[in-house]
């Protein structure tokens, strides 16, 4: 089956897919944004999508960071159902480790960092107990922020749809399809032929998968995670502020719940045979108990789900943003900073897309680093 050719195709439906559709959709073109289930179901749903910049002190991808922050206080001025909460966040150290440095580095770059005592911290987020938090103290970032990003991918492509955009959800693994050094079409997993001119793969995940396909090694250091959703007992927490702590982050949600992950919680998750993960009973328990811990008053707290699958995390860990090389048309958006680079990267690649001149701003984070060298040995 071969659908209506349409000039610009979108893979993937997570935060990069659906901001980079809709600014394309702003401009009048033509857009198709594909995604192989339902919009946000990849990591985009599971994430903690904590805005900030902390502990990046200088260079280009602080300066990128910020800017993202930026475009979500900016957004959230006019969408206040997109779910774009600034509350701050409260970040300290393990016993044995400082987080001093990390607050001097953020003073030096000029970003937001009080350095507070327990008591301190408390009186800024009364949801923490103080007894909870290191003896040196800890790092607030006043200007950080959080967002849920099913709902403001839901809000964007509102927009999208209004605006005359294609939206195929429900199309299995896609495929681009290139002639002569140039991408064509994408081919979906339902049999659909996309013909497009240019293409952006914004796959989470499945962006590495797609670009070797096409003759690219995307170096990756993809982890499997975890994200618990509970309630605390009691019914909504008054918790407004990202925790970042030794064992667990938090997170509060719209509706007044919580969401936490921890980096140890990763290396418990099981692969199973058939394919497929598993997070142990126990990994699950434990992040619950951390977490209550951590609050005032340490409240019971009632699971409600627990979402987990690959982090998309390049190799580098630096953004990988731009044309493909050795595949005219083809542009890429693969990051582990979805949440915080989401609306500015959005922007920018649109502009990139749409007139082929590239943005300095991106120029530190193009796929073309990772391209062989051909004078190598």
């Keep these: ?10 893979v993937g439906a997570g935060v990069l897919g659906a901001s980079t559709a809709t600014q394309l959709a702003r401009t009048g073109n033509a857009v198709t944004l594909i995604t192989a289930g339902d919009p946000a179901d990849g990591a985009s749903g599971r994430s903690l999508a904590w805005l900030n910049s902390a502990a990046r002190s200088a260079g ?42 990390r607050h001097e580095q953020e003073l030096h770059a000029g970003y937001p960092s009080q350095w507070v005592s327990a008591d301190e911290a408390t009186e800024l987020v009364p949801a923490v107990d103080p007894a909870a938090i290191a003896a040196e103290g800890a790092i607030f970032n006043p200007d950080d922020g959080w967002v849920e990003l099913p709902r403001l991918i839901s809000v964007l492509l509102e927009e999208f ?3 005359g955009g294609s939206l195929i959800t429900g199309a299995g693994r896609c495929r681009v399809e290139q002639t002569a050094g140039r991408a064509t079409a994408v081919l979906t997993g339902d049999g659909r032929r996309i013909a497009a001119e240019r293409i952006l793969l914004a796959a989470g995940a499945g962006t590495p998968a797609l670009t070797a396909e096409l003759g690219f090694d995307l170096p990756e250091q993809t982890p499997i995670a975890a994200l618990v959703h509970a309630r605390a007992a009691g019914g909504q927490t008054s918790l407004r502020t990202v925790l970042n702590t030794p064992r667990v982050s938090i997170r509060p949600t719209v509706d007044g719940g919580l969401v936490m992950d921890a980096g140890w919680s990763e290396r ?24 209550r811990t951590v609050l005032a008053g340490h409240p019971e707290l009632t699971l409600l789900g627990v979402g987990h699958g690959p982090k998309p995390i390049p ?23 979805g949440a915080t680079l989401g609306l500015i990267t959005g922007e920018l690649l649109a502009e990139e897309v749409i007139t082929g001149t590239p943005s300095p701003l991106l120029a530190d984070f193009r796929p073309d680093r990772f391209a062989a060298d051909p004078d190598a040995d």
Excluded: K
């Design 315 to 337: 190799g580098d860990g630096e953004p990988v943003l731009g044309p493909l090389p050795g595949v005219d048309g083809c542009h890429l958006a693969f990051t582990h900073s």
């Design 161 to 163: 749809v209004r605006l």
């Design 1 to 10: 089956m071969i659908d209506s050719p349409s000039p610009i195709v979108v």
């Design 268 to 291: 418990e998750i099981v692969r199973l045979p058939e394919g497929g993960y598993r997070v142990p009973d126990s990994t699950i328990e434990m992040l619950l108990v951390e977490a």
């Design 60 to 101: 280009p991808y602080h300066r990128l960071r910020l800017l993202g922050i930026q475009r979500y206080r900016e957004f959230a001025v006019d969408h206040a159902d997109a779910g774009i909460v600034f509350g701050g966040s409260l970040n300290w150290a393990a016993a044995g480790a400082s987080y001093r440095q």
